[in-house]
């Protein structure tokens, strides 16, 4: 039976996981449907359907885990499905990780403005990179999908020999854990310095653009602050949600209590959902669609003529 203060964190880790799933589905259409009228979809546009349709696959195997754990359905969190869905939990997570590492290099290749001799040389070589990123993930995911294996083995361990000693085991999982997240902090790490000297850039041009008097400078410092809040808000979400996944893993091995390791997972679950409308806003193309369904939904509901 749930206390009253599990039941209310329960409640918004379903709301957060509801909006969030709505928010990349919308997405998700707006790419396809791009794609379907086009017959060409844009680096971009795949970059942003790879990431929505990975952080609604990653949203709903978080709550469904969240739910198996604190309804503390064993025979479910034992079983096979449960080690399957474990497995599909990694390839999605380092799945999500990799399209916003992706997305924050594309426009910090894109948009970015540094006279240093290695930028001018990744920028001439973007296609490179994606190329290297594409095999630093199978080779992340290959080593994160092998410990996961051994890990869930372990845990097997745990609950067929009572002698097992518990400590000394959270401790080599821990380890295990953190080299099998490897792959993942590395996209972390990159995402965050290329998003920090996006900012950089992006703040320099600005201040160019106050000394020059022109009509268009308004316009354009807006633009670029509006540009720098998104990419802050970005790299705190994307903090946010590492830092819940490290709640998560500790409860698990540690044991804690399940308040803490449902804080974990709200933490974790307000980088997917809040990050997706942030995308929505921000893009132009994204942000126009959701634009004219709103008032096509508002005309049809106030028309005196339906």
């Known amino acids: 039976m749930l206390s009253t203060m599990e039941g209310i964190f329960l409640f918004i880790v379903t709301s957060e996981a509801v909006l969030g799933v709505l928010g990349n589905a919308f997405i998700v259409f707006v790419n396809c449907a ?118 869930t083995n372990d845990i097997k361990m745990q609950y067929r020999n009572i002698s097992w000693q518990f400590h000394r085991q959270a401790n080599e999982l821990l380890v295990n854990h953190i080299f099998f997240q490897f792959g993942m902090l590395f996209f972390f790490i990159i995402a965050v310095i290329t998003c920090l000297l996006l900012i950089i850039s992006l703040w320099r041009h600005n201040k160019q653009m106050q000394l020059n008097v022109s009509e268009c400078r308004d316009l354009n410092t807006e633009a670029h602050i509006k540009a720098i809040k998104v990419l802050i808000s970005f ?47 921000a893009n132009h193309q994204l942000k126009k669609v959701s634009l004219e369904k709103s008032l096509k939904t508002f005309f049809t509901h106030t028309s005196p003529y339906k």
């Open 34 to 151: 791009e794609y379907a009228r086009n017959k060409k979809l844009s680096k971009i546009g795949f970059i942003l359907t790879g990431l929505a349709t990975s952080r609604i696959c990653l949203m709903w195997m978080i709550t469904f885990d969240t739910y198996v754990n604190l309804l503390s359905i064993h025979k479910l969190t034992y079983g096979k499905l449960y080690e399957y869905m474990n497995y599909l939990w990694v390839t999605m997570n380092h799945l999500s990780v990799w399209f916003a590492t992706s997305l924050s290099i594309f426009y910090f290749l894109k948009i970015a403005n540094f006279s240093h001799y290695v930028f001018i040389w990744l920028k001439w070589r973007a296609d490179r990179v994606f190329i290297f990123l594409v095999g630093f993930l199978f080779v992340s995911l290959f080593i994160a999908v092998a410990q996961a294996v051994k890990i």
């Open 235 to 281: 790299i705190i979400l994307f903090i946010l949600y590492f830092a819940g996944l490290v709640m998560e893993i500790l409860c698990f091995l540690w044991q804690e209590g399940k308040l803490l390791f449902i804080l974990g997972v709200i933490i974790m679950l307000m980088y997917p959902c809040c990050h997706s409308f942030i995308l929505i806003l």
